[in-house]
């Protein structure tokens, strides 16, 4: 199963906890000890940034896929390093990435280094709510890089899980994978917390890999037998067919789905039960348009119950979808009342047409 970690940031001490974990998280991905190093940079730089711009927040740790998988390379692993604060925003984030920019008595090259150092780099900042910034490291070369590659989606996706209380493992696990022309995006929910929980819930991602083609209702009953042997889980497949512009989903127990067409948000329904326990017999699979101003967000029940889509779910397409999705965890949580479970959001946005990463 794989490790998650959040590493408050409210004093310097902290620093060096996150630079620790970045380096396990970088080593259990199995990178190179020079990407092991740009994962430990990274991290101190944001650490750092924390404490300097926003009297603190927290760090966020997880192995994850590309954000736009291609055939088979969703297991590349990468470090997702994710710096959530809840303090004065930026006024300009494209100033701020430059070197020399500094609001502190310091050099000024934190979020320029990040930016160079990273796979992936996203920013959001709103003045008076906070700021998120996001970095993958993994491989800088492709270890196989043979061959032709599989053309680029038109949409991408990406997350954030949080363990509950700072735990080691999250019981929520999420994944996306393409085949052909069609990609899936799960989330899943095992029962409870701790390492049972997350057997359930990474049993699920385990076995949509190994059936991706599946339609969500057919995936939902072949994970009710691929989980009989654990605690079971709450789970929401969504699955787009590229060509057609159709998105179909499939859902059982409290793992909330939400479709954002132009300005009008949709909730996609799922059904009672729990995968690999009590699966209902009928599983309706509903079915909308997919258009380039749609957004699709699944998420555990660790938000609040009266979570509505915010200002991060009305963000623009070049956002990077984990960055979103780190910013409807802050939006709906706050530094004296932070997420009350495991949490997991996973978001699937169009690519941008101009290709803004």
């Not at 009297?55 to 590349?76: K, N, T, W």
């Not at 150092?117 to 043979?146: E, K, N, Q």
Request: charged share 20%; net charge negative.
């Amino acid at each position: 199963m794989p490790r998650v970690w959040e590493v408050p940031v409210h004093d310097s001490t902290r620093v060096r906890d996150v630079r620790v974990a970045a380096a396990a998280a970088a080593r259990h991905a199995g990178l190179a000890e020079d990407r092991v190093a740009a994962a430990e940079l990274v991290t101190t730089e944001l650490a750092t940034n924390l404490l300097k711009h926003a009297g603190g927040g927290r760090i966020l740790l997880d192995l994850v896929g590309p954000s736009a998988p291609a055939y088979g390379d969703e297991r590349d692993a990468l470090v997702q390093i994710v710096a959530v604060d809840h303090g004065p925003g930026m006024p300009d984030t494209t100033v701020a990435l430059r070197d020399g920019y500094s609001t502190t008595a310091t050099l000024g090259a934190g979020l320029g280094t990040c930016l160079r150092t990273a796979d992936d780099f996203g920013l959001h900042s709103a003045p008076g709510r906070g700021t998120i910034v996001m970095a993958r490291i993994g491989f800088r070369t492709h270890p196989d890089t043979t061959g032709p590659r599989p053309a680029p989606l038109p949409v991408r996706a990406g997350g954030v899980n949080i363990p509950l209380a700072g735990g080691e493992f999250s019981g929520d696990a999420w994944v996306c994978v393409r085949t052909a022309d069609r990609v899936t995006l799960l989330l899943a929910d095992g029962l409870g917390h701790g390492p049972l929980a997350a057997r359930a819930s990474c049993a699920a991602v385990e076995e949509l890999r190994q059936v991706p083609h599946l339609p969500p209702a057919d995936l939902l009953r072949r994970l009710d037998s691929a989980l009989r042997g654990t605690r079971g889980a709450a789970v929401s497949v969504a699955q787009l067919d590229i060509d057609a512009g159709k998105l179909s989903f499939a859902g059982v127990g409290n793992v909330g789905a939400r479709l954002r067409r132009g300005d009008t948000w949709q909730g996609l329904v799922s059904r009672p039960g729990i995968v690999g326990a009590h699966l209902p017999t009928h599983l309706p699979q509903q079915q909308a348009d997919w258009t380039d101003d749609c957004l699709l967000i699944l998420h555990s029940d660790g938000l609040p119950s009266r979570w509505t889509p915010g200002p991060a779910a009305d963000a623009p397409a070049s956002l990077d979808p984990a960055v979103i999705a780190a910013t409807i965890v802050r939006d709906a949580s706050s530094p004296a009342r932070p997420v009350r479970d495991d949490t997991a959001v996973a978001v699937l946005s169009p690519w941008p047409p101009d290709g803004t990463p």
